[in-house]
């Protein structure tokens, strides 16, 4: 157990070999990185950018969004108020 914490980063600490690694998220993610830019392409990019839009402004407060049409692609950016609400609307969707 010693050799595993000794090996580690010091942003890491991992002290039981069964369970995975403890990161501490203030290393992980940036407290302004709110803004979330979705591209969508295809016949129903447009459709699928207000769905996303509307599952967003429904589920979390004082969130903004701009939709884009371009000609081959539709961008939606989406802006959150805090970035723990960006990451929980990626995992819902799926979105990387």
Request: aromatic share 6%; charged share 25%.
């Amino acid at each position: 157990m010693k050799e595993i914490k000794n090996s580690q980063s010091i942003d890491v600490n991992d002290t039981c070999n069964t369970c995975g690694a403890f990161v501490d998220l203030g290393a992980v993610i940036n407290e302004n990185d709110t803004e979330l830019l979705i591209e969508l392409t295809g016949a129903d990019a447009n459709s699928e950018a207000q769905r996303l839009a509307t599952i967003a402004t429904q589920n979390f407060t004082n969130v903004d969004y701009k939709l884009d049409e371009g000609v081959d692609k539709v961008s939606l950016v989406i802006k959150f108020n805090v970035t723990a609400e960006k990451m929980i609307f990626q995992m819902q969707q799926g979105l990387t």
